[in-house]
């Protein structure tokens, strides 16, 4: 879980189910997306970001805003202190020693594979959780990490973790509401930023503030209104605090392709993230 002012990385804690609704995947069109007001009433289509095609996507949406780079694989070795309170962000999603989601990893990890480089830190990471403390970590640690981080298995630990606490929670509540490609990316982004839970800082909060809003599509809204009010709710929040307070991941991202009505993420696809252009064709 990042917190990145991007420059620097932003994440968050923790892990939420969601009971997932099985959706077929529509159609990828090689045709240009359908103008906004067009294709809003079409927008109940659910989408499917699990997908590997969009899946793949959404991982290098992600890294353009957390990482300033499209990637995403680069980061599995990523490690530092940030100065954000946390102590270490580290990997492809930003995951943090102070916040549990690194420990978690790290135990999982352990658990697939005992004898690893990270496993005789444990103990320290326990301690540290909760603060920003290296305590019994330091460069030593560091190191360690980006040993692991050249092996499949802590690749995969970190894919794994990175599901479990953030992309498939964000997907299944994205398709229980009854939202598009983009709809699910955008619960995914404000995810890994702000972190699962009902607290009205965090994803959940979020959600429910946008809900007083406006309807989702599976409650019989439409879904450009709809995640017009979840852009304006995760906006208050990001401006709480400093290492948020950059909104352009929302403004010059997410906005972009929701007023060109791309619903389904179609490529090719532009935008800036922290003034940074980017392009996936």
């Known amino acids: 879980m990042s917190k990145k002012l991007r420059p620097v990385v932003i994440g968050a804690l923790g892990a939420a189910s969601v009971a997932a609704l099985v959706i077929t995947t529509p159609a990828l069109s090689s045709a240009a997306p359908a103008p906004l ?103 030593a640690f560091e190191s360690a990490w980006k040993q692991a981080a050249a092996t499949t298995a802590f690749q995969t630990a970190q894919n794994n973790e990175r599901d479990r606490v953030y992309f498939n929670p964000a997907v299944s509540q994205g398709k229980s509401d009854g939202l598009s490609n983009l709809g699910q990316f955008a619960y995914y982004d404000a995810i890994v930023m702000h972190g699962p839970g009902d607290s009205s800082d965090s994803f959940g909060g979020i959600r429910k503030a946008a809900m007083k809003k406006a309807k989702t599509p599976a409650q019989g809204g439409d879904e450009a ?57």
Request: hydrophobic share 40%; proline share 3%.
């Open 225 to 281: 209104t709809y995640l017009k009010a979840f852009f304006a709710a995760r906006k208050v929040i990001m401006k709480q605090e400093e290492a948020h307070a950059d909104t352009s991941r929302v403004d010059t991202e997410q906005l972009v392709f929701l007023n060109a009505g791309n619903f389904d993420l179609h490529t090719p696809l532009k935008w800036k993230v922290y003034g940074d252009s980017y392009t996936i064709n």
């Open 37 to 139: 007001a067009a294709q809003s009433a079409t927008a109940l289509a659910v989408g499917d970001l699990s997908a590997p095609a969009k899946k793949e996507i959404a991982m290098k949406l992600v890294s353009s805003a957390e990482n300033s780079s499209l990637d995403w694989k680069a980061q599995y070795k990523y490690i530092e202190d940030i100065g954000d309170g946390r102590g270490y962000t580290a990997g492809i999603i930003g995951f943090c020693s102070g916040t549990g989601d690194m420990l978690e990893l790290v135990e999982a990890y352990t658990d697939s594979v005992p004898n690893n480089p990270l496993a005789k830190y444990l103990p320290a990471l326990r301690k540290v959780n909760g603060t920003d403390s290296h305590s019994g970590l330091g460069s």
